[in-house]
T-cell receptor, first 116, second 114 residues
């Protein structure tokens, strides 16, 4: 299967700990997005990469959050000093967009984070 | 963050019935998408709409991109038990050098009874 993959699928951590999630996009997709979804809500945009460059960050992304995409392939999202309010599903999506125009994002299965 | 208005919030229907749901926004988009999400999984793309007024079908699913570019609807005909899940609309505004981030609706939870 060549879809978007995310690891781990589930993470339980204690408040104050650091966590890191990984996303592997569809091969040759140049854009990668991170979204956060809390219970009963739709996903909300956090940040996106075009190749290795992080080009936009949402105000939802506090300074405890950092994302990287070092070689323009996989991406990591790290949360430092986790808080209970960080508990959510973290979704990754990828797309291919050569220039301007239509772009379809395909989502991974998500990483569900629970902060105790 | 912004969420689009999606209705109904939830619906219980019987197998074989048709379903309609819609999504409205205060701002325009140049793409509308409909996703389905099962518990514990990521959203799966059902239909993408790229032009105002466009009507697109995918099997038993039909969706339309509103003429004002501020709304969209999704119809499911002859529902079956596997249609159960949460349906999300998403609007997208793309252009040169911009993040084509998706703005999602609040979701419609569909439950199908036999």
């Amino acid at each position: 299967d060549t879809g978007v993959s995310q690891n781990p699928r589930h993470k339980i951590t204690k408040r104050g700990q650091n966590v890191t999630f990984r996303c592997d996009p569809i091969s040759e997709h140049n854009r990668l997005y991170w979204y956060r979804q809390t219970l009963g809500q739709g996903p909300e945009f956090l940040t996106y990469f075009q190749n290795e460059a992080q080009l936009e960050k949402s105000r939802l992304l506090s300074d405890r959050f950092s994302a990287e995409r070092p070689k323009g392939s996989f991406s990591t999202l790290e949360i430092q000093r986790t808080e209970q309010g960080d508990s959510a599903m973290y979704l990754c999506a990828s797309s291919f967009r050569p220039g301007a125009g239509q772009e379809t994002q395909y989502f991974g299965p998500g990483t569900r984070l629970l902060v105790l | 963050g912004q969420q689009l208005n999606q209705s109904p919030q939830s619906m219980f229907i019987q197998e074989g019935e048709d379903v309609s749901m819609n999504c409205t926004s205060s701002s325009i988009f140049n793409t509308w998408l409909w996703y389905k999400q099962d518990p514990g999984e990521g959203p799966v793309l059902l239909i993408a709409l790229y032009k105002a007024g466009e009507l697109t079908s995918n099997g038993r699913l039909t969706a339309q991109f509103g003429i004002t570019r501020k709304d969209s609807f999704l119809n499911i005909s002859a529902s079956i038990p596997s249609d159960v899940g949460i349906y999300f609309c998403a609007g997208q505004l793309w252009g040169y050098g911009t993040a084509s981030k998706l703005t999602f609706g609040t979701g419609t939870r569909l439950q199908v009874t036999l």
